[in-house]
């Protein structure tokens, strides 16, 4: 039943009348007394006399949502039941609608109201647009702040503090899982986390909220300095230099499935080890160190994949792959060795097969 057309709520907003971007209004239904009574304040002037009893508040609103000059309001399952309790045991009398501590319309109740919907007409769109805005009830959005964390989750998190967010579980491919979230650990802290994007999720990207099945070209906006690009099997992905991305399914209309959030450099959990030119190596275990003394050496072979930067190396690795200009070559006791930005590949054998990545200090 549709709710407050019942009412015939028909007022006038001032403009001016809210700030922009306040906190959310409170909403108030009671009755018009009919003696005593608190004194009220009418947006148009004056004072009412209400009843103290409130038949309806804040808490009992779901959600509200502009349409041309009316704003359609609807009610919790629990707001809808006292909403038709309250109507139904008073037909015939008025009730005042209370935002911000103001009654802004007091209409005859002409029958019960049981829909859990409520039309409030506005005499402007732009008003109707503002009240609905301030009427949504706070959401518990998943915050995202590219290249730093995702929600509950931040980059940089050792699994002990994971842990404290619920039994972290083997997910695949590298993946773990938590509190709903997937994580991927590199040295001993999370580098990547991801969540799914359901429709209608609320997102707060950087502060601002955008809704989870918004369009690509908006998301990407949001999430700033992004762009959306085409990968394998007809899915999509949004990526963003601050380190995020928006992972689609199937064709550039449809809503996103997943977002990632993860740090710009970080090692790779799909390699074994990894090398950060002149600084450091890595693997599973741990990070190593180099000395004027001794590089951090990596070695190479079977199944094992080294990372260098964004490259992934593997004993199947030629030569003329790692040999750029600006790099040097040499012989050294049946092995050459190419060195390359604070990075020595070495390839033994009459193969010439890569056996080891050494990251050498920096001078």
């Given at each position: 039943?549709r709710?407050?057309?019942?009412?015939a709520?028909?007022?006038?907003?001032?403009?001016?009348?809210?700030?922009?971007?306040?906190?959310?209004?409170?909403?108030?239904l009671?009755?018009?007394?009919?003696?005593?009574?608190q004194p009220?304040?009418?947006?148009?002037?004056?004072e009412?006399?209400?009843?103290?009893?409130?038949?309806l508040?804040?808490?009992?609103?779901?959600?509200?949502?502009?349409?041309?000059?009316?704003?359609?309001?609807?009610?919790?399952?629990?707001?809808?039941?006292?909403f038709?309790?309250?109507?139904?045991?008073?037909?015939?009398?008025k009730?005042?609608?209370?935002v911000?501590?103001?009654?802004?319309a007091?209409?005859?109740?002409?029958?019960?109201i049981?829909?859990?919907r409520?039309?409030?007409?506005?005499?402007?769109?732009?008003?109707?647009?503002?009240?609905?805005?301030?009427?949504?009830?706070?959401?518990?959005c998943?915050?995202?702040?590219?290249?730093?964390?995702?929600?509950k989750?931040?980059?940089?998190m050792?699994?002990?503090?994971?842990a404290?967010?619920?039994?972290?579980?083997e997910?695949?491919?590298?993946?773990?899982?938590?509190a709903?979230?997937r994580?991927?650990?590199?040295?001993?802290e999370v580098?990547?986390?991801?969540?799914d994007?359901?429709?209608?999720l609320?997102?707060?990207?950087?502060?601002r909220?955008?809704?989870?099945?918004?369009?690509?070209?908006?998301?990407?906006?949001?999430l700033?300095g992004?762009?959306?690009?085409?990968?394998n099997?007809?899915g999509?992905v949004?990526t963003?230099p601050?380190?995020a991305?928006?992972?689609?399914?199937?064709?550039?209309?449809?809503?996103?499935?997943?977002?990632?959030?993860?740090?710009?450099?970080?090692?790779?959990?799909v390699?074994?080890?990894?090398?950060?030119?002149?600084?450091?190596?890595?693997?599973?275990?741990g990070?190593?160190?180099?000395?004027?003394e001794?590089p951090?050496?990596l070695?190479?072979g079977g199944?094992?994949?080294?990372?260098v930067?964004?490259?992934?190396?593997?004993?199947?690795?030629?030569v003329?792959e790692?040999?750029?200009?600006?790099?040097?070559?040499?012989a050294?006791?049946?092995?050459?060795?190419?060195?390359?930005?604070?990075?020595?590949?070495?390839?033994?054998?009459?193969?010439?097969?890569?056996?080891?990545?050494?990251?050498?200090?920096a001078?």
């Amino acid at each position: 039943m549709r709710f407050l057309s019942m009412l015939a709520l028909v007022f006038a907003l001032a403009g001016g009348a809210f700030a922009a971007d306040p906190p959310p209004a409170p909403l108030d239904l009671r009755l018009v007394a009919t003696e005593g009574g608190q004194p009220t304040p009418q947006l148009e002037g004056g004072e009412l006399l209400l009843e103290a009893a409130s038949l309806l508040s804040r808490d009992d609103i779901r959600g509200a949502k502009a349409d041309g000059t009316a704003v359609q309001v609807e009610l919790t399952p629990a707001g809808t039941t006292r909403f038709a309790e309250a109507t139904t045991a008073n037909v015939g009398r008025k009730m005042a609608i209370v935002v911000d501590g103001k009654v802004v319309a007091a209409p005859v109740v002409r029958e019960a109201i049981t829909g859990g919907r409520v039309t409030i007409t506005l005499m402007d769109a732009a008003a109707a647009a503002d009240l609905a805005k301030r009427l949504q009830p706070a959401r518990d959005c998943l915050s995202v702040e590219p290249n730093y964390k995702l929600g509950k989750v931040r980059l940089g998190m050792t699994k002990d503090e994971l842990a404290k967010l619920g039994e972290v579980k083997e997910a695949g491919a590298g993946w773990e899982s938590v509190a709903g979230y997937r994580v991927k650990m590199g040295l001993g802290e999370v580098s990547a986390v991801e969540h799914d994007l359901k429709a209608g999720l609320c997102l707060k990207v950087l502060g601002r909220e955008v809704e989870g099945d918004v369009a690509a070209h908006v998301l990407a906006a949001a999430l700033g300095g992004c762009g959306v690009e085409q990968v394998n099997e007809g899915g999509n992905v949004i990526t963003c230099p601050s380190g995020a991305r928006v992972l689609w399914g199937g064709d550039a209309g449809k809503a996103p499935v997943a977002l990632r959030v993860e740090r710009e450099g970080h090692p790779r959990t799909v390699c074994e080890g990894y090398a950060v030119p002149g600084q450091y190596a890595a693997t599973r275990n741990g990070r190593i160190d180099p000395t004027a003394e001794k590089p951090a050496a990596l070695p190479v072979g079977g199944p094992v994949t080294v990372c260098v930067g964004d490259r992934e190396i593997s004993s199947g690795t030629r030569v003329d792959e790692v040999d750029r200009p600006g790099c040097t070559k040499q012989a050294n006791l049946g092995a050459t060795l190419v060195t390359c930005e604070g990075v020595r590949y070495v390839f033994a054998g009459p193969k010439l097969v890569l056996s080891q990545v050494e990251v050498l200090k920096a001078q």
